[in-house]
RNA sequence: GCUGGUAUGGUGGAAUCGGCAGACACAAGGGACUUAAAAUCCCUCGGUAGCAAUACCGUGCCAGUUCAAGUCUGGCUACCAGCACCA
């Protein structure tokens, strides 16, 4: 009887599937529970052993829901629009449509080998027409309600994709997904505004139950400061608003900054004499990129605005106007008042133009560096504000500015509207026409889905323009307001849409009528359990969250909030530590793990493998250790006897470890309920027997973690009626947790001298005496003075001596 | 620079409230079985000293609190991730 891995996995899968066990249905009187992972982008190169890291977590989860008797529903589906997929197609002379289908065919076959319980009746594309039907519905509600608009702007360029991207997809100025080198380029977007959620995307997140990693993540990227924005009078009569949230320094701005776009500059043209080296700077920051713009080590840079001079409202001192690009159009005014004695970047503009530092917080040495501390520090050279707290200043200037009507206090946020649009052919057209007569105007509804044209060039173009406006049949279109010849739209969504709003389609994924019907909608609402990766906590999470919140407005979704819990997995790295990439040769294939060890190994390992939210490098000789345990666990079947009770002497064992396992589960520590499994094979291993009541149970508890291996045995052995998925999820008794006689430490001054065997509810005078009758104890405290006895229960005593 | 995190044997990692550091594995070494190998089973496995019982040291570094610190406090260092001229 040996453990053919392969022939009994087969098996199941086809079990499985035939009866529909882990299909969920929307008509239950049970309670719900939905356990959902980021649906894969079914990429050329297949499964990566860090999918099922995140797909087995929760697919354990998932498992022992059912068996607490809950309603669930564990989807899957593809997210496949998206560049790889169509620069393949471009490559290869393949329609992008049936790259996409093949990968889908290789990548659902791989997760099928894997037996994550995934309700397949529920599968759902982004590709396909019936699904991004609804995603362009959307994008039309959006339009309807002013949050999709488009705009000239400047923009992020991948020069290699040939396509924008969002502030979200530019790391480290590079593309997001080829590391490309990101220029600026002006171009027409559309654009959504995400901004106008800002506030209520940090606020809810108190709605839900995400790691503070996360949290802190999100907050930081949408980066909300409260200040002041106030307005300084110039000589030529002007007003200049300044955004600042140190109004408490203001005494000590000795000059002002206007970023190199800033309106004002063109508009005093005449007046200022170095016009021609103004304009010659504003060029040459035209022409950088976000990246080299916003670099940090580089020297500071700049011109005077000779001819014009601000005014310091407290002071009332002339002082000069600069133009810099360390100064951003695109946040606050576009103008600081600049304080060097306090802000690091102003102190360095301030050394290499020569210009006045004045303290104004006393506590540091301005001097040698700007000083930035708030907490400690007396406001000097500052009149109405001398003697202050930084605190009080704060409060004392921002009244008196209000009440002057020079300056009001302002939220900002660091959060930019959301580029919505690709110069790409594999992604959801924008279902809008333009018209000359009448402007945008959205695609009726009943035209809906507005599907891709099969072009013959799916090309990026280099005048930046989509491969879809050279499509002149599917181009020229008639107004459906006007009736007039009118043209689509060519440029198509990012790829982050259709993952927006999956979750909910999940809910209902056959509705014609609908993007989910709201009773489906109030039954599955809301997710309750949503692994992921970190990599997504600013693109997909915020994105997905925004528009539920859009939906929710609107009156289609009834919650706020899509995920109720969010939890990240860390990254499986090559076996060298680094992260696995082709380049650097390190790559496992799942299929070749599945192959010769066994799903049920793989997911022994990869949930065995460390703490399931730190990243872990893989390792080749450790997985044997899980197939050994695996083996051990279907040779119990020789060793089995005919009896349904648990042996007394493996009670308290049992318990312990359905109190543990349940326990660890629910924190994500499969790691140490693996090892108490473990721990449990062995103790009845080394007894020579097995019961068929222990072995029943066994079976149960390790059944979410090798379901294949388990519903074998089940069966094999006789174990239960139905299969182990379907059976109840085994509780534990407090009491047969606790054992009776325990061992305790006796320490002397808190070192270790002896062990006792004492029974679990001695009392502490009894325990200390025990310590003190101990010989090895007694002879060491016998000449000595005691100062302090110490009982810590069911642990240990310590004998403080003088 | 800011935000979040991490640091424990040869390796991956355990260790509720401060209470036996190293669970569970991997690797390594030794042994049994075998003609042999693989597989399996048994033993050893943080360091130093010792035949041994045992003693001392040991959780990145330096202090502190405590009968008792991997765990708490203060101060560092290194690394990882995210953000970064956001006024």
């Known amino acids: 009887m040996k453990y053919e891995h392969k022939i009994l996995e087969e098996k199941w899968h086809k079990k499985w599937e035939q009866t529909g066990v882990f299909h969920a249905s929307n008509e239950s009187d049970k309670e ?30 998932a498992r022992k829901r059912r068996m607490q008797g809950y309603n669930v529903l564990y989807p899957i589906g593809w997210d496949a629009f998206g560049l790889p997929t169509e620069n ?158 140190r109004p408490d320094t203001m005494y000590g701005a000795t000059y002002m900054v206007m970023s190199p776009e800033h309106p004002l500059i063109e508009a005093w043209k005449d007046k200022l004499s170095n016009m021609d080296v103004i304009c010659a700077y504003k060029e040459e920051a035209a022409k950088k990129s976000d990246f080299e713009r916003t670099e940090v080590v580089k020297e500071k840079t700049g011109v005077e605005l000779k001819g014009v001079s601000g005014i310091n409202p407290l002071t009332g001192k002339e002082i000069p106007i600069f133009v810099s690009d360390y100064v951003l159009v695109s946040y606050g005014t576009g103008a600081i008042m600049a304080v060097p004695a306090h802000d690091a970047r102003d102190w360095d503009f301030a050394k290499k133009f020569q210009l006045p530092i004045i303290e104004v917080v006393q506590g540091g040495n301005p001097k040698k560096e700007a000083y930035t501390e708030t907490q400690k520090g007396i406001m000097v050279n500052s009149g109405i504000l001398n003697g202050l707290t930084v605190e009080q200043a704060k409060k004392k200037i921002i009244s008196y500015l209000e009440e002057q009507g020079i300056g009001h206090t302002k939220v900002n946020f660091k959060l930019r509207d959301w580029v919505f649009s690709r110069q790409r052919y594999w992604g959801e057209p924008i279902p809008i026409i333009h018209c000359d007569k009448c402007g945008q105007v959205a695609v009726p509804e009943n035209q809906l889905p507005l599907e891709l044209p099969d072009v013959d060039s799916y090309e990026p173009t280099d005048n930046g323009e989509s491969p879809l406006a050279k499509m002149q049949d599917w181009v020229n279109t008639t107004c459906p307001k006007c009736g007039n010849a009118a043209k689509r739209e060519t440029d198509t969504m990012p790829q982050w849409a259709g993952s927006s709003w999956y979750y909910l389609r999940y809910m209902d994924p056959h509705n014609s009528e609908a993007l989910a019907s709201s009773q489906a909608m109030q039954y599955w609402a809301s997710v309750n359990w949503y692994n992921g990766g970190m990599e997504h906590t600013t693109l997909h999470l915020l994105y997905s969250r925004f528009w539920n919140k859009f939906l929710y407005d609107i009156g289609i979704v009834p919650f706020k909030e899509p995920y109720a819990k969010r939890t990240s997995h860390g990254m499986i790295l090559g076996e060298n530590g680094e992260k696995m990439s082709k380049s650097r040769g390190n790559v496992v294939n799942p299929d070749d793990i599945i192959r010769e060890y066994g799903a049920d190994t793989m997911r022994i390992y990869e949930m065995f493998i460390g703490d399931f ?44 470890a359905i109190k543990k396992i349940s326990e660890d589960i629910e924190t994500l520590k499969f790691n140490t309920a693996i090892a108490t499994l473990m721990a449990l094979l062995n103790e ?119």
């Not at 996409?100 to 027409?129: M, V």
Request: include cysteine; glycine fraction near 6%; hydrophobic fraction near 40%.
């Open 613 to 656: 939210e730190k990243a872990a490098p893989w390792s080749t000789s450790s997985i044997k250790g899980s197939r050994r345990f695996l083996e051990r666990f279907w040779n119990l079947q020789s060793i089995m006897i005919n009896e349904d009770s648990l042996r007394i002497k493996f009670e308290g064992s049992f318990h312990k």
């Open 684 to 802: 009845i291993y080394d007894s020579g027997s097995v019961t068929k009541g222990e072995l029943t149970l066994f079976t149960i508890l390790l059944n979410v973690f090798a379901p294949h291996i388990c519903e074998e045995v089940w069966e094999r052995s006789n174990l239960g009626e139905g299969m182990v998925c379907q059976h109840v999820w085994p509780t534990y008794d407090e009491e047969k947790c606790v054992d009776k006689t325990i061992e305790i430490v006796v320490q002397i001054c808190g070192k270790i001298r002896s062990r006792l065997k004492v029974a679990a509810d001695i009392e502490a005078s009894a325990a200390i005496a025990a310590a003190k009758a101990d010989k090895k104890i007694a002879l060491e405290i016998a000449e000595e003075q005691i100062i302090k006895e110490i009982y810590v229960p069911g642990k240990l005593v310590n004998i403080v001596i003088k």
């Open 88 to 245: 393949f197609a471009i490559k290869n002379h393949i329609h992008p449509k049936i790259v996409t289908e093949q990968n889908i065919a290789r990548f659902k076959k791989q997760l099928i080998s894997l037996g994550i319980s995934f309700d397949w009746s529920r599968e759902i594309n982004t590709t396909d027409p019936e699904y991004y039907k609804w995603t362009q519905w959307i994008f039309l509600q959006l339009f309807q309600h002013g949050l999709a608009y488009k705009k000239e702007m400047a923009v992020n360029w991948c020069t290699s994709c040939k396509c924008v991207l969002a502030n979200e997809e530019v790391i480290n100025g590079g593309c997001e997904r080829c590391g490309s080198e990101v220029v600026r380029k002006t171009k027409s977007q559309w654009m959504l505004k995400i901004t106008a959620y800002a506030q209520r995307l940090i606020d809810d997140l108190d709605l839900v139950d995400f790691p503070d990693r996360v949290k802190a993540q999100q907050k930081n990227w949408i980066g909300r400061s409260t200040g002041m924005q106030v307005k300084f009078a110039t000589t030529t009569g002007d007003i200049v608003e300044i955004y600042t949230t």
């Open 32 to 61: 719900k529970y939905y356990a959902l992972i980021e649906f894969p982008y079914p990429s050329g190169q297949g499964l990566h052993v860090g999918h099922p890291r995140s797909y087995t977590a929760i697919d354990i989860i």
